[in-house]
């Protein structure tokens, strides 16, 4: 199962916050804390961290993430494909290529 993770956040005492997809699975917030706090590694929902947010900086962090994809220009739309037929065509002996 492959597993895809983005640094959302990394606190001043060492806590690591991860935006986190497995194969298949719902986003959610996987928590790292530090070795010295001798804490278990969390996963939650991207909704439940949301709501259950006070403003703190690893929410703020998410929410700036995710306010980054309307700050990008759209994509250009693809390149029309040619006419049935254009892409192979060749000239006619003789036909000057213009």
């Not at 597993?3 to 606190?11: G, N």
């Not at 706090?37 to 929902?45: A, D, V």
């Not at 259950?52 to 309307?70: C, F, K, M, Q």
């Not at 700050?71 to 003789?94: F, K, L, M, N, Y």
Request: aromatic content about 4%; proline content about 12%.
């Amino acid at each position: 199962m492959k597993t895809d993770r983005r640094l959302i956040h990394a606190s001043e005492n060492d806590d690591r916050w991860w935006l986190r997809r497995a194969d298949g699975a719902e986003v959610a917030i996987l928590h790292e804390p530090n070795a010295s706090s001798g804490g278990r590694t969390s996963e939650t929902p991207v909704g439940a961290f949301l709501r259950a947010g006070a403003g703190g900086p690893e929410h703020r962090a998410l929410l700036d993430l995710i306010g980054t994809l309307v700050d990008q220009p759209p994509a250009a739309p693809p390149a029309p494909a040619p006419e049935p037929g254009a892409a192979a065509a060749e000239p006619t002996p003789g036909e000057e290529l213009s």
